[in-house]
């Protein structure tokens, strides 16, 4: 299972390259580093050293992407991946919210034994579009951005808890605070 923005695109070899490297890893996860492209189509990516995630390529056991996650040194979008189908049979996104994305990617990756992040840049990420619906501030938005956090950080209270110390996810929610300061 594979998403893709409707603004992004994606290399003729994305599906094909993620889904080698699931099964050259035994993972249920594959990652591949994405390039931002602005509106004006210039590509900020071409160094690999401003290619997110900017982690080293390479298999990650389950505690090692999740505390990846907290650090934030993987996203939580679910663009850039490709994921067993299996790991969806009771995750789903939550409807009518922004920031979708971030619950359900703690899930599956604690469904995961295994996440392999691919080298190449196969995920075009299109930003600073002015019509996009991350480039607006809006109260919903920010109550979608502050729940999704605290969510986040129930479920790992409850179910993570001897993969991260709380007071590491509670850094989650420092980093929302400016989001209350109106």
């Known amino acids: 299972v594979s998403f893709v923005d409707s603004d992004d695109s994606v290399s003729p070899v994305f599906i094909e390259n993620l889904v080698n490297a699931i099964n050259s890893a035994s993972a249920s996860i594959a990652i ?20 997110f995630p900017f982690i080293n390529a390479g298999l990650y056991y389950r505690h090692e992407a999740i505390k990846l996650l907290v650090d934030e040194k993987l996203s939580v ?18 409807e009518g919210h922004f920031y979708e994305d971030a619950e359900p990617e703690f899930k599956l990756v604690d469904k995961a034994e295994r996440v392999v992040l691919v080298d190449d840049a196969l995920y075009n990420y299109r930003q600073q579009r002015t019509d996009s619906i991350t480039s607006s501030v809006s109260l919903d938005k920010i109550n979608d951005c502050i729940s999704a956090h605290f969510k986040i950080s129930e479920f790992i209270r409850n179910n993570l808890s001897d993969i991260i110390p709380e007071s590491l996810y509670l850094k989650k929610h420092q980093r929302i605070l400016p989001f209350l300061i109106i």
Do not use: H, T
Request: charged content about 20%; proline content about 3%; hydrophobic content about 40%.
């Open 32 to 51: 591949c580093r994405y390039s931002a492209i602005f509106a004006s189509g210039s590509m900020d990516g071409v160094a690999a050293s401003s290619v």
């Open 77 to 94: 979008n679910v663009c850039n991946k490709l994921f067993r189908r299996e790991l969806w049979s009771d995750v789903r996104f939550p």
